[in-house]
């Protein structure tokens, strides 16, 4: 698991979603209108939370996977002091 470093009242986005895969080979999905956006977290254990219970409720479908995206790291790419 990934610690991030952050201050009080930051907010480090994290987009939860999943999808059935079409094979285990690479991350392409089989259906992209069948994707299921989680959600939208404040920090990363809030993300980590509700990935790893999606991911437990469907432990008996190999082929469907759920991720956690950066969103934070995509809004301020070149990180907090970067200016553009």
């Known amino acids: ?4 470093e952050s201050r009080p009242g ?15 080979e690479r991350i392409r999905f089989r259906d992209l209108k069948k994707l299921d956006i989680v959600g939208i977290y404040p920090n990363y254990a809030q993300a980590y939370a509700a990935w790893k219970e999606k991911a437990q409720l469907t432990v008996d479908n190999a082929q469907m996977r759920y991720f956690i995206v950066h969103l934070h790291r995509l809004l301020e790419p070149g990180g907090a002091d970067a200016t553009g």
């Open 1 to 4: 698991m990934v610690v991030e």
């Open 10 to 24: 930051d907010q480090l986005l994290h987009l939860v979603f999943g999808g059935e895969l079409e094979s285990l």
